[in-house]
């Protein structure tokens, strides 16, 4: 769980600097951010569905 959080925070800052290119200055460093956020809550859910899944399908293949 702690290395999922860790991935977000990793993934914002990644996410975030070209952000700010794009988005210029001020409104930028605003918009950037809000963005980022829901860009890593809709990778975080991605990601744990597959885990998810991976983890359903190998209970089902001991029973």
Do not use: C
Request: glycine letters at 4%.
């Amino acid at each position: 769980m702690f290395i999922t959080f860790l991935q977000m925070g990793l993934d914002n800052e990644v996410q975030l600097i070209p952000l700010l290119y794009l988005l210029n200055a001020v409104d930028g460093v605003i918009y950037g951010q809000v963005l980022t956020d829901y860009i890593a809550v809709i990778l975080s859910t991605i990601i744990w569905k597959q885990y998810q899944n991976s983890i359903t399908k190998e209970k089902d293949s001991v029973k």
